[in-house]
């Protein structure tokens, strides 16, 4: 008997502003370009990633492409995506190790 699977999609469990933001923050902290990338793609798929693109000043389809695996997205993509989240950037003192 084949084991049955079904696709995971983290965007479908991030309902909340809190939880969307708990993600972000995790990638911002790794400072993993490809961690943030997709992070902003799961939460930009979560709020609407057509209503996202439209207030980043994107195209779906480019914005699909900047926050891929291979994208990279530019720094005026990933501003543009912060702010229709709803979101800011905030920089701090990295902790002394």
Same mark, same amino acid.
């Given at each position: 008997? /084949?084991?049955?699977? +079904? =696709?995971?999609? #983290? @965007? $479908? %469990?991030? !309902?909340t =502003?809190?939880?969307? *933001?708990e &993600?972000? $923050?995790? *990638?911002?902290?790794?400072? !993993? @370009? *490809? %961690?943030? /990338?997709? /992070? &902003?793609?799961v939460v /930009?798929? @979560?709020?609407g ?5 439209? !207030? #980043?000043?994107? +195209?779906?389809?480019?914005l699909y492409?900047a926050l891929? #695996?291979?994208? !990279? =997205?530019?720094?005026?993509t990933?501003?543009?995506v912060?702010?229709? &989240?709803?979101?800011?950037? +905030?920089?701090?003192p @990295? =902790?002394? $190790?």
């Amino acid at each position: 008997m /084949a084991l049955k699977t +079904t =696709p995971f999609d #983290a @965007a $479908s %469990y991030l !309902d909340t =502003p809190e939880s969307q *933001a708990e &993600l972000l $923050s995790d *990638a911002f902290e790794t400072g !993993d @370009a *490809a %961690y943030i /990338a997709h /992070a &902003l793609g799961v939460v /930009a798929r @979560a709020r609407g990633m057509s209503q996202v693109a439209k !207030d #980043a000043g994107v +195209t779906r389809e480019g914005l699909y492409k900047a926050l891929s #695996a291979d994208g !990279d =997205p530019r720094l005026t993509t990933l501003l543009g995506v912060v702010r229709s &989240l709803g979101l800011t950037v +905030t920089i701090q003192p @990295a =902790p002394k $190790s």
